[in-house]
C-alpha cells in the first residue's frame, strides 16, 4: 500500500497567473499591469463594496449553508427557480461537485485538448478518465466530440465562451449536437464569460435546462469583479441540482460572497461600463496587432489568443520585464501563442507598446 | 447506467445550526441569542476586520494561489516551514483534499461514531467506508479504533478536542495509540478547539508531524472569529503536503480571507479575551447546570454537550420560541441532548433563563 494515491501523482499542478504584488517583489518594479487572468480592470462593483461593508461585522457566523438569499435574487434574475441553482466556491468547486455527483469510477469524461484547464485537473485528482479532443480551427470541434462517446461517457464539457481561445459554439451547432446524444450523458456548458459576447447566435442554455440533460455553469469571478471572493453557481432542472447539493459541503460559499454577489447583481450600471470598456478595448487591440501584422483569434471574451510567432515562454518573461503580465500558453500546448486579458484604455496601450519592443 | 452515483444516493446531508436572521423572521422575534454553531460571540478580531477593509478594493483579482503571505505568517507563529501547510476553505474542504489524496477506492477510514459529522459525510460523498467506533463514557475510544484497523485501513480522524462531547484525548493516551499503528496509516488530528484548552496534558501534535504520519488540521472559525470567511489549515510533514497541494484547488482560500487570517494571528488581545470569557461562561454554565440538577459532559471547548433528560428536538423547537438558539444532538444520535455553545455573559444568561422555562 502506497501512501499516496496513484492518480495523485498524474495531477499536473495548475499554473496561476503571476500576482501583481510579487512581480513588484521580484523584479523592484513601481508599476505593474496584470492581463493574465480574465479580471475585471475597473475592480468590483461599488454596490459590492458596499454590501461587503455592511455585513462585514457578521463575520464572525457561518454562511448561510443553503444560500437562500442570493438563491432568491439569482432567480429572479435569471428567470428560474431558486432550487434549480447551486452555489460553488468559484466555478471550480462546482466542476469538482458534478463529476463527484454524477461520474462513476468507470465513467469517463470528455472535453477539448485546449480549453480550461481545471477540468482534467479536477478529474484526475478525483481519478475519472478525461478524453481531450482536438480543436479545430481554435473551436469546439463538436462532430469529432461525438464520435468519442461510447457507453462509458458520462459528461462533456464545453467551455462556452472556450478559455483561452476566445472561440464559441453557436446555438445552431448546440442544437445539432445535442439532438444525437445518448439519454444518460451530461452536457455541462460553462459560460464563464457570457456577458461579454457580442454576437447574436449563442446559445440560450438556460432554455434547455429543464428538457435536456443540460448544467450551466457561471461566475462572478470575470464581469461582475469578484474573482478575489470566490463564487459561482450552476443551473440546471431540480433532479440534478437535488443530487449536488448532497455532495456541496454546507459553508462552502463565504458570506461576504453570497452578499457581493446579492449586491453585484442589482449594479446594473458597473456591468453595463464593463461591457462598453471591453468591447471598445478589444477594437482597440484587433486595430493594433492587425497593423503590427501579428495574428489573433477573434474572441467573443474578455482576452484574445494571440500568436506572437516564437516562444512563448520568451515573451512573457520579456514583458514581464516591462510590467506587464500576460499568460503564455505553454501549459496549453500553444507553445507560439499568449492570451492577453483586455484592460482599460491605459492597460491596452501599455501592452500594445511593450508587445512592440518585445517583438521588434 | 444511471444519471447519478450510487453512493450519492447514500449521503445524509448536513444539518446546519439555524441562522439568527432566519429565526427573526420564521418566529417574528426581534432580539435571537445563536448558541448553536461553536462561534466566537464578540465577533471577529478588530485587526482582521481592518485588514479586509483595507484589501477590498482588491477583490477583482484571484486570491494569491500559494497563499504565500499567510503561509510565511503563519510558520512563524507555529515554528513550522510554510511548505508544512496547506490552506482550506474551512477544515471541511481539508477533510475532501485529505481523502482525496490519500485514501484509495478499495481503502478505508475510522473515526468515533459521535464526532464531527462530516468525517461521514465526505467520505460517502467520495465513495469511501467509514467505520464509526462508539465513545466510551463520551470519550474517543482509541483501544476499539486500533482493534478496528485491518489492512484496508488508511485514514484515522481524530476530532481533539471532540465535537459535540467536548471531551479529548490526552497527550499520554495518544502516545500510546501512535506506538502501535501501521506504518502506511495516517492520522488526522482534528484540533479545531484547541485554543480554548485548559489543561497541561492536551497533546502537542506539530511535535509530531515529522516523525509519524500525523496530520492537524486547524481553523480560524472559531477561536479567530472568522466562520464566515471560510479558512482552515493543515500541518503535516512536506512529503504530505506536496501531494495534498495537487488535490487542492488554485484559488480554494478567497483573498479576505487570507489578509483576515494574517492580521487575526497577530490579535493577542482579543484571542486572550476570547478565551477568558469562554472560561468565565463555562464556570457560570457549570455552576447553573449544576444547581438545576442536570447532568452535562465537562468540556475543554467552547461548548457544552448537556443531557436535557427528554426529547432533545422538543426542547431545542422550545427554546427557539424564546429566541434561543442551541444544536440539538438527534443527528448525531444523541437523542436527550442538546450541544449549547458557551457565549457572552448576558447570552449565557438568557440560555440559563429559557432553558429553566422549557424544562419547568
Not at 481519478?127 to 462517446?149: M, Q, S
Not at 458570506?255 to 446579492?262: N, P, S, V
Not at 515562454?313 to 500546448?333: C, P, S
Request: net charge positive; hydrophobic share 40%.
Amino acid at each position: 500500500m502506497a501512501i499516496v494515491r496513484k492518480n495523485i501523482l498524474n495531477v499536473k499542478p495548475y499554473v496561476a497567473g503571476k500576482p501583481i504584488e510579487e512581480t513588484k517583489r521580484q523584479l523592484g518594479l513601481k508599476e505593474v499591469v496584470k492581463l493574465a487572468s480574465n479580471e475585471n480592470p475597473l475592480g468590483a462593483s461599488p454596490k459590492a463594496l458596499a454590501a461587503i461593508k455592511k455585513n462585514l461585522s457578521g463575520i464572525n457566523r457561518y454562511p448561510d449553508s443553503q444560500g437562500w438569499y442570493l438563491k432568491k435574487r439569482l432567480a429572479r434574475f435569471l428567470n428560474v427557480g431558486p432550487l434549480e441553482l447551486v452555489l460553488g466556491n468559484g466555478s471550480d468547486e462546482l466542476i469538482d461537485i458534478i463529476i463527484k455527483t454524477f461520474v462513476e469510477d468507470e465513467e469517463n469524461i470528455i472535453t477539448a485538448d485546449t480549453t480550461f484547464l481545471e477540468y482534467e485537473i479536477i478529474a484526475s485528482v478525483l481519478g475519472r478518465e478525461i478524453i481531450k479532443v482536438p480543436l479545430k480551427y481554435f473551436k469546439y470541434d463538436l462532430e469529432a466530440i461525438k464520435k468519442n462517446i461510447t457507453k462509458k461517457t458520462k459528461l462533456i464539457f464545453i467551455s462556452n465562451p472556450n478559455n483561452p481561445t476566445g472561440t464559441y459554439v453557436t446555438k445552431y451547432e448546440l442544437q445539432d449536437f445535442i439532438k444525437g446524444l445518448p439519454e444518460d450523458l451530461i452536457l455541462v456548458l460553462d459560460e464563464a464569460y457570457d456577458t461579454f459576447i457580442d454576437v447574436d447566435d449563442f446559445p440560450n442554455s438556460l432554455a434547455l435546462i429543464r428538457n435536456k440533460n443540460v448544467i450551466a455553469l457561471k461566475t462572478f469571478s470575470k464581469a461582475y469583479g469578484l474573482a478575489g471572493l470566490r463564487i459561482g453557481y450552476a443551473v440546471a432542472r431540480t433532479e440534478f441540482t437535488a443530487f449536488m447539493e448532497r455532495a456541496r459541503q454546507p459553508f462552502n460559499v463565504n458570506l461576504l460572497a453570497q452578499q457581493a454577489a446579492i449586491a453585484a447583481l442589482d449594479d446594473k450600471r458597473f456591468l453595463k461600463k464593463t461591457r462598453k470598456i471591453i468591447l471598445e478595448g478589444k477594437s482597440y487591440l484587433y486595430d493594433n496587432l492587425h497593423k503590427m501584422g501579428i495574428s489573433y483569434v477573434p474572441s467573443v471574451a474578455n482576452f484574445i489568443l494571440i500568436d506572437v510567432g516564437r516562444d512563448c515562454l520568451a515573451v512573457f518573461k520579456d514583458m514581464l520585464k516591462f510590467g506587464v503580465i500576460v499568460r503564455d500558453m505553454q501549459q496549453y500546448g500553444l507553445k507560439n501563442f499568449i492570451r492577453v486579458t483586455i484592460g482599460t484604455k491605459k492597460e491596452n496601450e501599455r501592452f500594445i507598446k511593450v508587445l512592440k519592443k518585445v517583438l521588434r
